[in-house]
Every structure is written in C-alpha cells, then in structure tokens.
C-alpha cells in the first residue's frame, strides 16, 4: 500500500507543478489555492508512505513520478518539445525508478 500512496503522492505533485504555472506568481486566487492544496496533500502522502519506505528511496521515487509526469503534461498541455534526447532522458529517469523499485 505504501508504494501506491507514494505514487499518488507523486501525481499530486505533478498537479502542483502544473498548477504554479497557473498562478502567475501566486497573483490568481483560485489556481493559488489548488496549487497550495496540492502541495499540502503530495508532502503529506509522501510521508505518510515513508513510514513503511526507506527515506532514498521513497523521495527519488517522489520527486522521479513528478518530474515524469511534468514533462508528460508539459508536452500534451502546453506543446512542449518531444525531442528524442528528451524522451531517452525521460525513459533513463523511469529505468531508474524501477530499478529502485526493484531493489526494494
């Protein structure tokens, strides 16, 4: 169970990354508030899993899914660049959360 916490810790992170883009500055309330929100929940997620997960592991995986999905929305969302460097550094990233996975 806690990996599955930890992975949804990790989409409320990428819902926070994607919400500072739309609070220019923390100056619009609404996207302010979602964002904050979602920080909140993605830390209290996180650790909540690392009560169960060692401390390395559970933060690279953390921050690997945000930065995963990020770049995932970045490029559906807002047309960011799908260059093959960027999908092979991408992929390099993901190899690694699940080596970590796998060396749990």
Known sequence: MSWFIL???GLFEVAWAVG???TEGFTRLWPSLFTALAML???GLLGLAMKNLPLG???A???GVGAIGTVIVGILLFGESIALLRLLSILLIL???VGLKLSH
């Open 7 to 9: 992975f949804v810790a």
């Open 20 to 22: 500072l883009k739309y």
């Open 41 to 43: 929940t993605s830390i």
């Open 57 to 59: 592991t559970a933060y």
């Open 61 to 63: 995986i953390w921050t």
């Open 95 to 97: 190899c690694g959360l």
